[in-house]
T-cell receptor
Framework: NAGVTQTPKFRVLKTGQSMTLLCAQD?????MYWYRQDPGMGLRLIHY???????AKGEVPDGYNVSRLKKQNFLLGLESAAPSQTSVYFC?????????????FGEGSWLTVV | DQQVKQNSPSLSVQEGRISILNCDYT??????FLWYKKYPAEGPTFLIS?????DKNEDGRFTVFLNKSAKHLSLHIVPSQPGDSAVYFC????????????FGGGTRVLVKP
């Protein structure tokens, strides 16, 4: 009964380092999303995927890359981390693309860039 | 420019009383609205939603009201319980564009016993 799992949960990076956040879902969902949450800003969509092998840009895609090589996994990469990317990152997945109540979120990944 | 705004960052209410959370939006294309609840160190979870063809939706202690002309929605929780203490996010979407939600900044609710 895992749902949406994110790894790692916490990470501290130095400016310029790279890293990958992994999201895995076991619900056979087609749609997957990466959001970031910043104080007072709510959650903002970074990238999303409508199926295996597809990716698309969201509201704040700059500085991030994603890949969806397998249906159950959605990877978020930071090639050269910047302090502005300090945030809490949430992965989500959904069965369909028309009902927000089908979106399931992971527990979040706290990233600090120093 | 935030398309969805929650102007009250926090709200404190006595147990048993009504909690009213407000949300304003600017994009007239939004036709589906949701409220999510978030506890610390957890992801948001869906609470209640409303389509733009309705002006009210009720689910137990939670009721969402939509005023399209004012581009305003509100969430009523009655009676409020200590377990309702959490951050509540308002979100909106254009259904034809898929599940790409635009979130408000959140309102932290504290229900005092």
């Amino acid at each position: 009964n895992a749902g949406v799992t994110q790894t790692p949960k916490f990470r501290v990076l130095k400016t310029g380092q790279s890293m990958t956040l992994l999201c895995a879902q076991d619900m056979n969902h087609e749609y997957m999303y990466w959001y970031r949450q910043d104080p007072g800003m709510g959650l903002r969509l970074i990238h999303y995927s409508v199926g295996e092998g597809t990716t698309a840009k969201g509201e704040v895609p700059d500085g991030y890359n994603v890949s969806r090589l397998k249906k159950q996994n959605f990877l978020l990469g930071l090639e050269s981390a910047a302090p502005s990317q300090t945030s809490v990152y949430f992965c989500a997945s959904s069965l369909d693309n028309v009902s927000g109540n089908t979106i399931y979120f992971g527990e979040g990944s706290w990233l600090t860039v120093v | 420019d935030q398309q969805v705004k929650q102007n009250s960052p926090s709200l404190s209410v006595q147990e048993g009383r009504i909690s009213i959370l407000n949300c304003d939006y600017t994009n007239s294309m939004f036709d589906y609205f949701l409220w999510y609840k978030k506890y610390p160190a957890e992801g948001p979870t869906f609470l209640i939603s409303i389509s733009s063809i309705k002006d009210k939706n009720e689910d137990g202690r939670f009721t969402v009201f939509l005023n399209k002309s004012a581009k305003h929605l509100s969430l009523h929780i009655v009676p409020s319980q200590p377990g309702d203490s959490a951050v509540y996010f308002c979100a909106a979407s254009v259904r034809a564009a898929g599940n790409k939600l635009t979130f408000g900044g959140g309102t932290r609710v504290l229900v005092k016993p």
